[in-house]
C-alpha cells in the first residue's frame, strides 16, 4: 500500500508526484497511455511562463511559479526556464482589459514597462514590417517572461520523481476510484490498490473519473492546435530579437521566438478550437484555423511565411478560467486539480501545493478562489469568461 496516488501524470500530475516523492512520500502514479503521449496537453516544446496577469492573487502566484520550477533545476542539475522577455499587445478597443493586467502588477510591485507600438517597433524592428501594431497598440512588457519546455518539463519532472522513489506506471488506466472507510482503492485492470489519499490531476478525463462519485465538474474539452511557420529569415525570430508575445483581443493570439523546433516560429490562436471528447478527437490540423494564424501573422510581422507543421492538443476549461484545487467536498482523501487551460507554468507550483493537500496540509486562505464551493466553477460554460 502506498501512501498517496496520483491519477494523471501529464504537467500537473508529474509534478505532484515529484514533489510528494521528495518529501519521502510513498507514492504511486497512473497514466492511461505511454509518459510523455501527445493526447493530452503537456507535450510539444514550449509555454509560457510570466507575471503578468489579470488579477493581483494571480501575479502572486507567479512568483511561486516560479519558485517551484526553480526548485526543480537545482534538484535535477538542469535548466528549465529559458527568459525572453514577453509583451501583452493591447489593441484600441480590444476585448481585453489592460487595466486589470497593469493594475494587478503595481499591486503585488512587479516591475513592467507600459509602452506604445513605435516603442515596441523599436525594441523589436520585426513588429516594423507588420500593419498591426501601430501607434494606438500599447503593450506590457515584462523582462521576467519566457518559457518552460512542455514535453522536456514534464519528462524531467517523471525522472526526478523516480529519483526521489516514487513508482510510476503508464499504461495503467483508473477504471474506478472507490472511497473506503477513509482510505481510497484505485481499481485498474491489474487490480486494487489501497492508497490514504489520491490525487486527481486527469485533465480532460476529469470527469470519467469522479463520475461514479456523483460529482461533475462543468468544464469544456476543446481540440486546440499550434503551427510552425517556416521563413526564408528565422534569424529574426530568435530569442533576444523576438519576444513571446500575447495579442490581448477576441480572438486572442500568442507565440514565441525561436525555441525547441527550429523549423518554423511557433503561434497559436487561444481557445479557438470546438468542443471534443478526449477519447475520440481526431489529430488533423483544422486548415480554416491555420489560415486565420497565418492571416494574423501576417498583420503582426510581416509576409513571407511558409505552409506550417501543426500539432493538437486539448484544453480543458473550467467556467471561469480559474483553476480548481481542492479536496472533495464529501471526500477529502481525494483531491483535484485542473489548470484550465493555463496550468503547465504553474505545474510545479501545482504539485507543491498538491503534495501538502495530501499529506494534510490545510490549503492558504488566499486558494479558495480555487475552491470547489466558488459560484464561478458551477456556471454554464461562457466562451466571454475565458477572454483573460
Known amino acids: ?82 527568459t525572453t522577455g514577453g509583451i501583452d499587445l493591447f489593441p484600441p478597443g480590444g476585448a481585453i482589459d489592460p487595466e ?7 499591486a503585488n510591485d512587479v516591475p513592467f514597462d507600459w509602452i506604445d507600438g513605435n516603442e515596441v517597433r523599436r525594441r523589436w524592428p520585426v513588429f516594423a514590417d507588420g500593419t498591426l501594431v501601430n501607434a494606438d497598440v500599447m503593450a506590457v512588457h515584462s523582462a521576467e517572461t519566457g518559457i518552460v519546455p512542455a514535453g522536456p ?8 520523481a523516480r529519483a526521489h522513489g516514487a513508482e510510476l506506471r503508464e499504461h495503467s488506466p483508473v477504471r474506478e476510484i472507490r472511497p473506503v472507510d477513509g482510505e481510497v482503492d484505485i481499481v485498474t485492470d491489474d487490480g486494487v490498490t489501497r492508497v490514504g489519499h489520491v490525487v486527481v490531476t486527469a485533465d480532460a478525463w476529469t470527469n470519467k473519473l469522479l463520475g461514479s462519485l456523483g460529482i461533475h465538474i462543468p468544464m469544456a474539452v476543446t481540440r486546440e492546435q499550434v503551427s510552425y511557420f517556416p521563413h526564408a529569415d528565422l534569424d529574426r525570430f530568435a530569442v533576444g530579437r523576438f519576444p513571446v508575445w500575447i ?10 521566438p525561436m525555441f525547441g523546433d527550429l523549423s518554423g516560429v511557433k503561434a497559436s490562436e487561444d481557445c479557438g478550437g ?8 481526431t489529430f488533423d490540423p483544422d486548415v480554416p484555423m491555420e489560415e486565420r494564424l497565418r492571416t494574423f501573422l501576417e498583420g503582426l510581422v510581416g509576409p513571407g511565411f511558409g505552409a506550417p507543421r501543426t500539432t493538437t492538443c486539448l484544453y480543458t476549461l473550467t467556467s471561469d478560467r480559474d483553476f480548481l ?38 490549503l492558504d486562505d488566499e486558494l479558495s478562489i480555487f475552491s470547489f464551493a466558488r459560484e464561478g466553477l458551477h456556471r454554464p460554460i461562457d466562451r466571454a469568461a475565458w477572454m483573460v
Open 325 to 362: 484545487l481542492d479536496r472533495l467536498p464529501d471526500h477529502p482523501q481525494i483531491s483535484v486539480a485542473l489548470g484550465a487551460a493555463h496550468g503547465f507554468k504553474f505545474a510545479s507550483w501545482f504539485g507543491r501545493t498538491m503534495a501538502g493537500l495530501a499529506c494534510g496540509e490545510a
Open 1 to 82: 500500500m502506498a501512501d498517496v496516488a496520483v491519477v494523471g501524470l501529464g504537467g500537473l500530475g508529474s509534478a505532484t508526484a515529484y514533489w510528494l516523492a521528495r518529501r519521502g512520500v510513498s507514492v504511486v502514479g497512473f497514466e492511461q497511455f505511454e509518459l510523455g503521449h501527445v493526447r493530452g496537453a503537456s507535450h510539444d516544446h514550449s509555454r509560457i511562463i510570466r507575471r503578468s496577469y489579470h488579477t493581483p492573487e494571480y501575479v502572486r502566484l507567479t512568483a511561486g511559479a516560479y519558485d517551484a520550477w526553480q526548485a526543480v533545476e537545482a534538484d535535477a542539475g538542469q535548466q528549465i526556464i529559458t
Open 153 to 160: 518539463g514534464t519528462a524531467v519532472l517523471q525522472r526526478m
Open 247 to 256: 495579442w490581448m483581443d477576441d480572438p486572442s493570439f500568442y507565440g514565441f
Open 274 to 281: 470546438s468542443e471534443v471528447d478526449p477519447d475520440t478527437r
Open 100 to 106: 486589470s493586467y497593469t493594475s494587478s502588477l503595481a
